[in-house]
């Protein structure tokens, strides 16, 4: 059983290299499919909903931004917010894709702040509780007969109920307080705490289900019980740990099977994830007592081109059908299939594979009914096409599905069959031949109105290697002052330190400071220099700027010393500005 621990933190001088290493157009292109306009790539953003592509992605700068909603950042950051995921697994997302292994320091070397050394302790008490919660109910399930009996009434062989974890939660209020820390237990979603203050265990008189993360750390649990009573399922709440938003059930054991199954399929409960991996078919997974979002599906498509929905073929199987198409229009784009499997009436998963056999149910999978087929199909259904009003009803249900998908041969192929369907010639894709062109947007902050210091920073930022200028040059830095000085000096010292970086590098430095906002916005700033003039241009820049900070700072010591008099600090900093204008 994997405990999710680690070694050490993640090395920084590694996070540069990968940084270093990694080409963002490449990496986001693999996700949002980029086309070349000028010197950036743009799309519509993945971020929000537009009509007209507003996400730009440079690679001289390695940095991404959207004009639309704002959104920006490294290679990273974008992995981040497109995949839902916290700092460490982007990190090594990252690495994977590019095929590299994340270097880690050792926990010796391994030093935080202490904010974060406390955060991460709260964390790893929890997962700690979570795994010996999951222990605790593998010993209940062992020594209930009733519930033994349960899983063997449904076949569930004893190597499966090991894989998966499966315990059970005995029939008792308060056991978990009696042997772990309530406080804990709390956080944790185990426990609820009544207004009156009294303290009973969550999940009672049930199989157990714990919940796995990619990296093997248990974040919550299910529970079915163990006849017909009502709620037949029950999860953990939202947690720390847990957000069923974000996460699937048996998504670790399929990966664990195949890192690159050739589709996913998704089922409604764990007991048809648990079925069916009985039968050797180690490719489902189940969302978490909710419909699939888009963070599913994204999440999803990381590990497989192709999904397949399957439902139940009653009444309920088939709005729950539908109501995945507002999920899954987000979500696909070129490259990606869904497919819509409805399973015949009065069957869920464990009955069919029982009935039918490995090989029928398999097959049924494989020719699933493809969810651009399904889409217009349950959109026709009920309506007159050969009639105008009909054609209409038909065209203005399924235009804000296909609004909705990403740029590309899809969403044309969508639209194409729409008009063919509607009978409204002349319909296209109107955005697809968009060129968007970000340069009237930032050309309105005429370069005559930028200060000296911002020109001279955002050319730093954007291009690491002018910090070479500005070692060739004398600069008493401790008598300047300009605005932003302290910036640029930071800046410019990052850069001495780590040797050979970029932007995306600098902006990774600043992560989460309170100058991260200004490094973004000077890293996106065009100041339209030709590439063989931007040495040129930044040393005029910074000329100008440390002649006007210099005479600044000389004038107001001149002024002192006059009425007052300098101290020898003072007076010594005074002459070696003088000496060196």
Known sequence: MGSGKVSGRISKEFI????????????????????????????????????????????AKQFFHCFGCGASGNAIGFLMDFSHLDFVEAVEDLAAFAGVSVRRESVANSVASSAESSTKGDLNNLYQLMEQVAAFYVEQLRVNPKAIDYLKARQVKGEVARDFLLGYAPDKWSVLSEHFDQKLLVEAGLVVVKDDGLVYDRFRARIVF????RRARIIGFGGRVLDDSMPKYLNSPETTLFHKGKEVYGLHELLGKNSKPQRILIVEGY??????????????????????????????????????????GDKAGREAAWRVMDAAFLSLKDGRSCRIMLLPQQHDPDSLVREEGVESFTQRVQSAQALSDYFFDKLASGLNLSEVEGRALFFSKAKPYLDKLTEGA?????????????????????????VMDVAPKLRAQDLNRLSSARVAL????????????????EIEWDGLEFRGVE????????????????????????????????????????????????????SDALSGLLKQASETSIARLQAKAQAQGLDKEELSLLLRMLSIK
């Not at 306009?37 to 440079?58: D, L």
């Not at 955002?458 to 040059?473: D, S, T």
Request: with cysteine; proline share 4%; net charge negative.
């Open 210 to 213: 714990p919940i796995r993360d």
């Open 458 to 473: 955002a050319l730093l930022l954007q291009n690491p290697r002018l910090a070479e200028c500005v070692e060739q040059k």
């Open 271 to 312: 007991m048809d994830v648990i079925a069916l991996a009985q039968f050797g078919i180690h490719y489902a997974v189940a969302a978490l007592g909710t419909a699939s979002s888009s963070a599913h599906l994204d999440l999803l498509f990381r590990f497989s081109s192709e999904l397949v929905f399957c439902f139940d």
């Open 16 to 59: 540069d290299e990968l940084l270093v290493r990694v080409d963002i157009v490449d990496l986001i292109d693999s996700h949002v499919p980029l086309k070349k306009t000028g010197a950036n790539y743009v799309a519509r953003c993945p971020f929000h909903t537009e009509k007209s592509p507003s996400f730009s992605v440079n690679r």
């Open 410 to 434: 899809f969403k044309d192929m969508m639209f194409e069959r729409l008009q063919l369907l509607s009978g409204m010639s002349g319909l296209v894709n109107t955005d697809k031949n968009f």
């Open 487 to 538: 910036l640029f000096r930071s800046v410019l010292d990052v850069i001495l330190a780590k040797g050979a970086v970029n932007t995306a590098v600098l902006i990774e430095h600043y992560r989460n400071t309170p100058q991260e906002k200004s490094v973004k916005a000077l890293a996106l700033l065009d100041v339209f220099v030709p590439e063989d003039k931007i040495e040129d241009v930044f």
